[in-house]
Every structure is written in structure tokens, then in C-alpha cells.
């Protein structure tokens, strides 16, 4: 009975049990179902949204013309007043068809852009999953997934922008084109409307122009993998202008063909090691009837890069920079026989920006465009090392950011080697010993170029430089003087030379101010300005730079009534001379940048390729600052400015003084140099400059002439120089005194009072230095004899000095004028002297010396008159 009993209570308890596990159970379900059914709502909702959010967006889009697809727009260029230019389109291209397209090239370009093409309806559900993912992760935009389809729709009917309606429509058009055309058809359309670089376009042409080849079947695989590689970035993987980046391009391509199985892995091996110089066929000009196509090709490239358009079939209006005045004169002072001789493969570029915005207002590509091979566009591509061009660059203008150095930094220019022992040498084989950084500068002093390079360190000089657009990825120590492993182009030295002239701020130098698409958007393709280093040290390198032109190495590019700073730069050859059978200092390139505050313009001088004739004689190495006289005299007005900062302060310093000092009232005015200082960082003391006495003049003598009625003065001087002039003082004996200044060794008193006494004090003065007086006395007969009277004092003196030690102020000292340049050595003079902020040159005022016999005024109606004898 209790067994039974235990048995019905455990199996009560076991419903029991079960019950509430079926009602756990039943419970969880409802809470998934729950989840499971607010998850398909918000599903539904998301999907409804994106409905209506795609269907908004395509509603605008443009209809599928066939007349595009086959036919491309051509695009319009505008100038810098918005008068057309020219037009680009309808050239440059060989159409194919489908059956011409060689199997490799199909699978290379399939293999690089849409491996699935012939499995899906235009839009790759796998490859766009794929970038959505990675949009997420990285920001939109960040990957693409584009089909050829989708990418011949942009192409053809939509603008660049990476945006929500724009993917919506090209997808939209991208289902639409796939319902009417063939997978073979929108292969042809793509093949035939990608863009290879120098103004190439479609695969036919392309590998005409590259490879010489007029059948595409001939292509071989790395040949075809390059073609396919390049429209990602045509001008990035332009073969002749990158030919590394074209070969790590073309090894992508090999690997992709390989991992999607149209080639083996040993294929792609094997391809991979063909040089891309073995393939390439001479390079040749594309023909045009473009004007101004040096700019116009900067135009293309800007538009390509910045905008990932098409120039030549987009329809596009573009707004440029151009001055066509100023382009024209370009190119005329380019083919003109006035500058150049008739040296084989000599060639010239020029660049010239606005020095306030950055903007390009022309471009010289080169001599006789028509008859070079491929008219190689010297004026934006890198044609050489920059020479001492490149010193305000890597050099003073970090020692002035960073150390603060001012223009009166004394530097030894002596001896020196390279941190490994090499030997440096200036460009005449001379020393100067220490000497002020402009003077370094305005030189163009190789020792002390590398010391300042020193001083500021690699590293932040490359700094310095790359934000100058210098580009960069290291720099050694014979960069400081201008042998830079990586070449420049003029373009980019203008760029760089601008942000001084514009107060440090650096604006990258560009063509294109905006595009306008067909359907009415507009893209802005102006750079923004951005600041690169303190307006004290644009405006000390400016300063600097001015004395180079008004004194220095650049004198012959200075434009009267035009404010100009620049640089001179050559290159020498070096041992790499005697493969030409040419001397080490042969000189292959010459170069003058210099700047206005309205115009900035680098020139180049140099040769198309080495050669034993390649090397610039005297008269060609000016050539670059003939140009750029030439040039700014024709376009700049001379209005504007270099206006001093806060942050500099002008100072008079004694010449020579290390660290240096200021000029006192004493120092001779051949002795001063007013320089610049970063403000706070200026000297206080006063140079310890005493005034010198100058010997006495002798043989002092006063006579008078009864017959003549007249005093005749006469003296000797033995230390006389053209600097030399004689104050003579003459005081009657009622204490009235006249004072007369001579380079003569006479002077004769016409007239004087009857029985007056006069005493004559006779001083040498040169400069700020003046003589104890020599005195005499003479008394004329007749009338009423007056008392014995003092020596007359030089000005400064007090009357009841007896003169035998003039008034350190004496001499009628002054202040320099405002545009007065003080000093010597050429350059280190430095600047206008009356702007300074403390301080004051000495200049001597004193009397001039008269041509005509002078009449003082008379007293009591007897004046003596005083007439100047002959030098002696």
C-alpha cells in the first residue's frame, strides 16, 4: 500500500513537473516569436525605406540615350575671365569591336574589374556586399562596387561623386543597359571608353601608342595586363613617366588573373619579370590642334586626378586659371631667338603663379613644341635638380622657423667637409671667413649652406620642405645644396618660392577652379591655402632674397619699379661628367624662381637629354633670368608690397659684430647694416664706437687786401681725401659768426667792416669725424677798433667754449634716409635703412659747399661777403 502510494505521488509530482516545464517552454517560445516577428517587421520597414529611398533617388536620374553610349561629349575649357579656350573630344581614339578583343586582354580586365561580368544582371550582389561591409568599417566611399556595367553608366551619363542618389541611379541604369545590350556589347562600350593617360583613349589606341601594336591580338600577357591595370589611375600608372608604379600595377593584374584561374601561377611568374622599358615603343607627341597645350595638359591631368572624369567624352565645362596674355607672351619669349644660341637639344620651361591664391596663370612647356619628338611638357614635370634654388627651401628658411636665426646669424665659411668626410666647396674655390646669413645667402655660399643644414637636422628640414610641396621621402646633406636625388619641376619650385611672397601661406599651384557636369553639378577643384611656416620666416627669406636681386647672384633678372626676391640655382655635372667627356663643373641646368607680390615664376634652362654639347656656357646660364625679367617687366604693375609683420623687428647693426650689435651714434655709416630679427629675440647692446679726431689743417693764415678790400684765408691739409671737406668760421668782434663749408684750401672775405676784428677757425670734417680748430685773427684798418673776440665753435658748442674740442655732437649728425642701403660687400648691406625700429645711422649733415661766391647777411650794413678760393 505505501509502495502504491509512493508511486502515485511521484508520478503527480512528475506531472507536476512536466506541466511547468511545458509551460517554461511555451513561455520561451512566445518571447522568440516575439523577437523573431519584430525583427521581420523592422526588416519589412528597413525594406520598404530602402524601396522608397531608391526610388526617390532614380527618379531624377537621366534616361538611357543611346546616341551617349556610342557618341562622347566633348568638354569645354574656359579662361580665367570665362571665355572659352578650347574644346576636347572626338579625337585621339580607335574604335574596336567585340571580335577584336584578343582573349587575354578580356580575361586581364576581367580578372582586375569584374571577375563575375558574364554571371551577373549588372549589379554584383557578392562584390557589393563585400564594399558595403567594408564602407562600414571605413567610411563611405572607402571601396567600390562597381561593376564594368556600372562603371560604363557612370562614365557615360553620371558625374564622379561618391553619393548615395548617384550609386542608386547608376544601378538603376546599370539593370536598364543590361536588358538592351549584350555582355559583349558593354564590354566593348568599357574598352573603348577608358582613359590610358596623355590623352589616349580606348584599348586600341592605347596599345598603339604604348606598344606600337595595331592589332590587339598581338598583345602579349604583361602587355595586357598593363592596359588593364591602368585605368584605376592613368596618369599614376603612366609607363613612361612611372614605370615603377606601372610594374607594380601590372604584377597586381598577373596575380589577380592568376587567382581567379585564366592563368597559372607560373605564367603570371614569368610575366611579371619583363622590365616595363622592354615593352614600351618610343614615345611619341599625340597630335592636337589644342592651344596652349602645355596648360591645357596640366588642365587634363588636374581634372583626371582630382575628379575621376573623363575630359574627352564627359561634357564637361571647365574653369580654369588661365591668362591667355600671359600664356602667349610665354610661349613667344620661348621660341624667341633673342635669348638662346643654337646649341643642340637646348631647352627652356616656365611657370608662372599668382603669388597670392596659388592659381596658374601660364605655363611654358618647352622650345619649338611642334619639333620636339613628344613635346615632353618640362614645365610640370621634373626636369632636374635645383641647384642653390633649393637653399631658402631646405636650408635658411628651417633655421629661421625653427632656431630663429636672424639675417645678421654669422656663419664661417671656411674649410669644411660632409659629416663623412667628403669635401665641400664653394663656387669660386674662396673662403670669406664669418659671414652674416644674407650674406651667405645673397651669395650663394655652399659652406655655410651646409652648416645651417646641420644646424637644423634632416629631419626637419625634409618637414619643412614637404609642406612646400617638395615631396620628399628623405634628404640627405648634399640636398642642401641643391644635389637632390628625386628632380623637380618648375611648377613645383613655384609653388614653393609663392608661400614666402604670400606671408607663409602655401596654396598647391592649380589649373582647374571647377567643373560643371551636363547635368548641372558642379565640382570646386581649388585647393585650400594652408599656413606652412610663421610670417616672420616668409618675410626674413624675402628680405633675404631681395638683397640676392639688388645685389647678389640675380641681379640681372631685377625689374625697375618692381619689388623682386629670387634665387639663382646651377648644377654641375660632377664625376658623372666624363661619361659626356665633360669636366665635373660642366653645368647641365640653370634656374632662376623668383617672386613679386603678385607673380611668382620659375625658369628653367637646361638640355632635353645628356649629350657631350649639353653643358651651359656663361651667357646660357643666364638665359633663366633673362626670362624672368622679361616675363615680370611685361605683367606686373609694381603695385603691392612686402609688408614687414609685427613679428620682425629692423635694427642698424655694426658690421661684423658676433653675436651682433647695435650701431651707436658714433659708428660710421660704412659700418652699418640694418637686419632683421625675430621679435624677442633682438640685441640690446650698443656697439662701443668712439668718434676719431682728424689732425688739425696747418699753416693757417689770414691777410687782408687794401687794395682788393677783402681777407684772403688760406690753409694746408696733408690727410685730404675726396671725403675731406673744411668748415671755416669766421666771428667778428661784435660776436656775429658765419659759417662756410669747402673741399678748397681758400676762401676770400669780400668787404669787411673797417676796423672790425675777425677770428677764423678752420676745421677738417670727414664723415662723423671732425678736427680740433686751427685759429687766426686779422683787423682791418680804419673805424673804431672792437674787443678781442673767442674762436668761433663748430655747431653743438657752447658759446663760451673756446673750440679747442668741438661738441661730440657736432656736425649736423642725422638719421639715414628711408631708402638709403648702407654698407659694402655686396649684399650684406642688406635693407632700407629709416624704417628701423631703434637706433640710427650717422649720416653727416653739415653745409654744402657753394659754387658761387656767398654773401652773408649784412650787420649794420657792413657785411663781409666770403668767396671760396681755389683747391689747392
Do not use: C
Not at 16 to 24: C, D, R, T
Not at 368 to 382: K, L
Not at 728 to 745: A, C, F, S
Not at 833 to 840: H, I, L, N, S, T
Amino acid at each position: 500500500m505505501s509502495g502504491e502510494y509512493r508511486s502515485r505521488l511521484e508520478r503527480k509530482q512528475a506531472a507536476k513537473q512536466a506541466k511547468q516545464k511545458k509551460a517554461k517552454k511555451k513561455k520561451g517560445a512566445s518571447w522568440l516569436k516575439t523577437i523573431a516577428i519584430a525583427i521581420l517587421l523592422m526588416i519589412a520597414i528597413g525594406a520598404a525605406g530602402g524601396v522608397a529611398a531608391f526610388a526617390y533617388f532614380v527618379k531624377d536620374a537621366p534616361p538611357l540615350d543611346e546616341a551617349k553610349i556610342k557618341d562622347p561629349l566633348s568638354s569645354t575649357v574656359y579662361d580665367m575671365n570665362g571665355k572659352k579656350v578650347a574644346e576636347l573630344g572626338g579625337y585621339k581614339r580607335t574604335y574596336i569591336s567585340y571580335k577584336d578583343v584578343p582573349k587575354v586582354l578580356e580575361n586581364a580586365v576581367l580578372a582586375t574589374e569584374d571577375a563575375r561580368f558574364y554571371e551577373h544582371h549588372g549589379i554584383d550582389i557578392v562584390r557589393l556586399a563585400g564594399a558595403v561591409v567594408a564602407n562600414i568599417q571605413e567610411g563611405f566611399g572607402a571601396e567600390g562596387g562597381s561593376t564594368i556595367t556600372q562603371q560604363v553608366v557612370k562614365m557615360t551619363f553620371l558625374s564622379s561623386k561618391k553619393t548615395l542618389e548617384r550609386k542608386a541611379q547608376e544601378a538603376w541604369l546599370a539593370l536598364q543597359l543590361e536588358q538592351k545590350y549584350s555582355k559583349h556589347e558593354i564590354l566593348e562600350m568599357y574598352l573603348n571608353k577608358i582613359y590610358y593617360s596623355d590623352g589616349i583613349y580606348g584599348v586600341a589606341r592605347a596599345a598603339e601608342y604604348y606598344f606600337g601594336k595595331t592589332n590587339l591580338k598581338e598583345l602579349t600577357l604583361p602587355e595586357a595586363a598593363l592596359l588593364a591595370g591602368m585605368p584605376q589611375s592613368p596618369n599614376r600608372y603612366n609607363p613612361y613617366d612611372h614605370p615603377e608604379a606601372a610594374k607594380k600595377r601590372r604584377d597586381t593584374v598577373l596575380s589577380l588573373m592568376a587567382k581567379h584561374g585564366f592563368i597559372s601561377q607560373e605564367e603570371a611568374e614569368k610575366a611579371k619579370q619583363v622590365p616595363i622599358k622592354s615593352m614600351l615603343a618610343e614615345r611619341k607627341k599625340p597630335q592636337s590642334s589644342v592651344p596652349y597645350d602645355a596648360f591645357i595638359d596640366e588642365v587634363i591631368k588636374e581634372v583626371t586626378d582630382k575628379a575621376n572624369v573623363n575630359v574627352f567624352e564627359d561634357g564637361l565645362k571647365i574653369y580654369t586659371t588661365l591668362d591667355q596674355e600671359a600664356q602667349s607672351y610665354v610661349e613667344n619669349l620661348l621660341n624667341s631667338k633673342q635669348y638662346f644660341t643654337n646649341k643642340k637639344d637646348l631647352q627652356s620651361a616656365i611657370a608662372l603663379v599668382d603669388t597670392k591664391t596659388g592659381a596658374i596663370r601660364a605655363l611654358g612647356g618647352g622650345r619649338n613644341r611642334d619639333d620636339v619628338e613628344f613635346g615632353f611638357n618640362y614645365a610640370i614635370q621634373p626636369v632636374g635638380q635645383p641647384g642653390s634654388a633649393i637653399k631658402p627651401i631646405l636650408d635658411y628658411g628651417p633655421a629661421i622657423e625653427y632656431l630663429k636665426w636672424s639675417t645678421a646669424h654669422i656663419i664661417v665659411d671656411e674649410p669644411y667637409t660632409y659629416s663623412d668626410g667628403t669635401p665641400i666647396r664653394n663656387a669660386d674655390r674662396d673662403y670669406k671667413g664669418p659671414v652674416t646669413m644674407r650674406y651667405a645667402l645673397t651669395w650663394s655660399r655652399n659652406i655655410p649652406a651646409l652648416k645651417t643644414f646641420q644646424a637644423v637636422g634632416k629631419e626637419r628640414a625634409q618637414e619643412f620642405a614637404n609642406r612646400l610641396g617638395m615631396g620628399f621621402d628623405h634628404v640627405e646633406e648634399a640636398y642642401s645644396i641643391g644635389g637632390v636625388a628625386r628632380y623637380v619641376s618648375p611648377l613645383q619650385m613655384a609653388g614653393a618660392y609663392s608661400a614666402f611672397g604670400n606671408n607663409g601661406l602655401y596654396t598647391k599651384p592649380y589649373a582647374v577652379t571647377k567643373i560643371v557636369f551636363p547635368d548641372g553639378t558642379e565640382m570646386d577643384l581649388k585647393p585650400k591655402p594652408k599656413r606652412v611656416m610663421h610670417d616672420y620666416t616668409a618675410y626674413m627669406i624675402t628680405d633675404m632674397l631681395k638683397s640676392v636681386v639688388r645685389s647678389g647672384t640675380g641681379q640681372s633678372a631685377n625689374v625697375p619699379g618692381v619689388e623682386v626676391a629670387g634665387k639663382t640655382g646651377t648644377t654641375n655635372y660632377g664625376p658623372s661628367g666624363a661619361q659626356f667627356g665633360l669636366p665635373e663643373s660642366a653645368v647641365p641646368d640653370s634656374w632662376f624662381v623668383g617672386y613679386t607680390p603678385n607673380y611668382t615664376a620659375a625658369v628653367w634652362t637646361g638640355f632635353s637629354k645628356r649629350s657631350s654639347t649639353a653643358n651651359l656656357d656663361r651667357e646660357e646660364q643666364r638665359i633663366s633670368r633673362s626670362l624672368f625679367k622679361a616675363l615680370i617687366s611685361h605683367i606686373d604693375d609694381g603695385s603691392g608690397e612686402f609688408e614687414r609683420p609685427d613679428s620682425v623687428v629692423k635694427l642698424p647693426i655694426k658690421k661684423g659684430t658676433n653675436p651682433p650689435k647695435l650701431a651707436s651714434k658714433y659708428t660710421p655709416a660704412s659700418e652699418i647694416t640694418y637686419e632683421l630679427f625675430v621679435r624677442g629675440t633682438q640685441p640690446t647692446e650698443v656697439a662701443k664706437d668712439e668718434p676719431k679726431e682728424l689732425p688739425s689743417v696747418k699753416g693757417l693764415t689770414a691777410s687782408y687786401d687794401q687794395a682788393a678790400n677783402a681777407i684772403s684765408v688760406t690753409w694746408s691739409y696733408d690727410e685730404q681725401t675726396d671725403n675731406t671737406l673744411f668748415e671755416v668760421r669766421i666771428k667778428d668782434h661784435q660776436g656775429h659768426t658765419e659759417t662756410v663749408t669747402t673741399k678748397d684750401l681758400a676762401i676770400t672775405i669780400a668787404n669787411p667792416a673797417p676796423g672790425a676784428s675777425y677770428t677764423i677757425a678752420v676745421y677738417a670734417k670727414e664723415g662723423e669725424q671732425i678736427s680740433k680748430p686751427a685759429i687766426t685773427n686779422v683787423q682791418i684798418p680804419g673805424g673804431e677798433q672792437g674787443d678781442e673776440t673767442s674762436p668761433p665753435t663748430p655747431d653743438g658748442a657752447s658759446d663760451g667754449e673756446d673750440g679747442d674740442s668741438p661738441d661730440d655732437n657736432g656736425g649736423n649728425h642725422g638719421n639715414d634716409d628711408d631708402n638709403n642701403d648702407s654698407g659694402d660687400n655686396g649684399g650684406e648691406d642688406g635693407n632700407d635703412a629709416g624704417d628701423a625700429d631703434q637706433g640710427g645711422g650717422n649720416n653727416n649733415g653739415g653745409a654744402t659747399t657753394p659754387t658761387t661766391p656767398v654773401t652773408p647777411p649784412t650787420k649794420n650794413g657792413n657785411g663781409p661777403g666770403v668767396k671760396i678760393g681755389n683747391r689747392q
